[in-house]
């Protein structure tokens, strides 16, 4: 056995050796991925149906516990279970017809039963209720209108107890929201205003009705708390200042007059008050200038002040608020505080079933807690073991993540050469496409045109020399030239026949100007047909140096080097050739070696040969191999062994 086929046979086994392990190998590495992937699928799948779960019971229950956290903060200031029944139906109801939140408008009455004292039975709903509606119309914020309600219920408790809380909260809700929309005001700027008057007028024995008319009027020129102030300022000297200008303001048991009277008393005796001295006046008797800014405005409409302090006296319900609130929802908002109510009664169904099971699993919790601290050695092994197989499921993770980034990159591998070759495709068009391109491509024809006429002049020569074509247009040049020659001539027998005519009959005039014209027109036909065979002989005799440099060129041998350059003899060495068939050989023996190592399959080459022979029953005797050129051995040993 020669040493090439041993050599050949050693190969061939050692691929075999190679090719089964790599095989399962192979098999072992891609069941692990599926096994990764399918196990990442199912906890994926397990963990978003879970998650889905929660969420949606999450989502109906959510409103619930933010109701009962609600009534729980005001049930801890003492309100009966009745109470804080009726507050919750009354915050559904406000809820849905509003558009908005019941969660907020039960805290709301926190801020209410903190600041009103006694509030028993429905009070606390309808004072709530009072307030919803109150900052809807007014464009207030709820915070801001319980606050106005406390403020007005501390100044005016004894007329709320007489009334009755609910009554007088109501006609408070409704006279509010008209002063509001009858001097173009809001419910911040009211509640502004008499946070700073106070109790002031409400310790002369002024109305309420008359308190919002005067506060509202004077707005229409400054903010609330500048008219709480100036207010006050008056009601602090009207007492001094009846002394002072000789007026009574006061009423036989001493209580104030209406302002309507006591402006009324000034304008008798001061008129417009429309001079410095009068205003000066003024301003001793009541001893600010605020005092006298809140003459002046209200004395400017006296009837109509008037006016409005009747109409806001005859509102006793909250009518115009409800109406005002009305207008101003939106219909998207209460679809959307339906939705809540109706979570939120359905939660509050759900609650009584599933809180023992939360009290079930809070109970777990603290055994399990509990025997933590029981068992610590039992914990310790427990959270060991959980830390083992998250670090499994890190480590096979980890793994898969590999494998698909490797598999990425090859992917995009793939794709940047794709990339590449769409983008040569378009760059290709182009360049065909760009007329610079043809210019170039001309440029270069032309010159490779003049190489191949260097190189082949005198086989064009000759061939012109035997082209018919060639000669007849030479003759015709030639017999171009001879008529522009013999038609000069003609024409100048015929000038001097017409001279010798005009100089028989004394016409000298007419024909000098005749003979001018055509000899003009001789001259350029004249210079025209020089100028063409002198062209032609020009060409003719730069051809034919051009002919003899290249000659001359040629005998000196660089012709030849042109010929090599431009299409001479290119053929190959024999080593070249040796290696262009050697290459050609790899390429075969390449393609029958297959594409990676992992499409080997598992039990090897000689595996598959032999089961290609138990299966087929067919058993190969002999194996021939004709080629027209000898094998090489060692370059066959090389190609399986790439295999």
């Known amino acids: 056995m020669s040493s090439r086929l041993e050599k050949l046979l050693f190969s061939v086994s050692l691929i075999d050796k190679v090719s089964g392990p790599a095989g399962k190998i192979a098999a072992q ?16 799948v397990g963990a978003a149906g879970l998650f889905s779960t929660g969420y949606a019971l999450s989502s109906i229950l959510s409103p619930a516990i933010e109701m009962d956290r609600a009534l729980g903060e005001v049930k801890s200031l003492g309100v009966a279970d009745s109470a804080l029944k009726q507050l919750e139906k009354t915050a559904l109801s406000f809820s849905t017809r509003y558009g908005e939140s019941a ?11 903190s600041a009103i004292a006694g509030l028993t039975g429905n009070e606390l709903s309808k004072f709530t209720q009072a307030s919803g509606v109150l900052a809807k119309a007014t464009k207030s914020d709820t915070g801001t209108i319980t606050d106005y309600m406390g403020t007005m219920y501390g100044i005016f408790q004894n007329t709320a107890n007489q009334m009755g809380k609910a009554e007088w909260v109501q006609m408070l809700a409704g006279q509010t929201a008209s002063a509001v929309q009858m001097f173009k005001t809001t419910g911040s700027e009211m509640a502004a205003s008499f946070a700073n008057l106070g109790a002031e007028a409400q310790s002369h024995g002024v109305a309420m009705n008359e308190q919002m008319a005067i506060l509202g009027t004077l707005q229409a020129t400054m903010s609330g708390s500048e008219a709480g102030t100036k207010y006050k300022s008056f009601l602090a000297g009207v007492g001094k200042a009846q002394a002072e200008l000789g007026l009574r303001f006061t009423d036989s048991q001493g209580k104030l007059l209406p302002m309507v009277d006591i402006l009324q008393k000034i304008q008798s005796k001061y008129g417009e008050i429309d001079t410095v001295a009068e205003s000066d006046a003024l301003r001793k008797a009541f001893g600010t200038k605020e005092a006298v800014g809140l003459i002046k405005l209200l004395s400017q409409n006296v009837e109509g002040l008037a ?17 005002m609130a009305d207008a101003m929802v939106d219909p998207w908002e209460r679809l959307g505080a339906v939705g809540e109510a109706v979570k939120t009664v359905f939660g509050r169904v759900m609650q009584p079933v599933l809180v023992p099971l939360a009290n079930s699993l809070i109970s777990g919790g603290e055994a399990i807690v509990r025997w933590t601290e029981l068992f610590p050695n039992l914990t310790r092994v427990i959270g060991i073991g959980t830390l083992v197989v998250f670090g499994l499921v890190a480590a096979v993770s980890a793994f898969s993540l590999a494998t698909g980034v490797a598999g990425m990159a090859m992917a995009g591998w793939h794709s940047i050469l794709l990339v590449g070759r769409t983008a040569l495709l378009l760059f290709n068009a182009a360049l065909w496409a760009n007329p610079i391109t043809w210019v170039v491509g001309g440029v270069l024809l032309l010159g490779a045109a003049l190489a191949g006429l260097v190189i082949y002049w005198d086989k064009v020569q000759a061939a012109l020399a035997k082209s018919v074509v060639f000669q007849l247009l030479r003759l015709a040049v030639q017999g171009l030239t001879a008529s522009l020659s013999f038609l000069w001539d003609g024409l100048g027998m015929i000038i001097d026949g017409w001279k010798l005519l005009f100089d028989l009959f004394g016409v000298t005039t007419v024909f000098n100007n005749v003979l001018t014209l055509f000899q003009a027109i001789g001259t350029v036909i004249g210079a025209v047909a020089s100028a063409i065979g002198w062209l032609i002989q020009k060409v003719w005799q730069a051809t034919n140096l051009f002919a003899g440099f290249l000659k001359t060129v040629a005998d000196n041998g660089l012709i030849q080097s042109i010929a090599g350059l431009f299409g001479g003899d290119n053929s190959l060495n024999l080593n070249q050739k040796v290696e262009q068939e050697r290459d050609a050989m790899n390429q075969v023996a390449g393609r029958i070696s297959g594409d990676r190592l992992n499409a080997v399959p598992t039990g090897g080459l000689m595996q598959q040969i032999s089961n290609a022979t138990h299966n087929k029953g067919t058993t190969v005797e002999k194996m021939e191999i004709h080629t027209n050129q000898p094998v090489n051995g060692f370059l066959l040993a090389d190609e399986l062994a790439l295999a």
């Open 307 to 323: 006016g409005n302090i009747s109409a806001l006296g005859s509102l006793n319900g909250m009518d115009k608020a409800m109406e």
């Open 103 to 113: 969660t907020d408008f039960v805290r709301s009455s926190y801020d209410i039963q």
């Open 29 to 44: 590495i891609d069941q692990l991925n599926r096994r990764a992937t399918q196990g990442f699928a199912q906890v994926g």
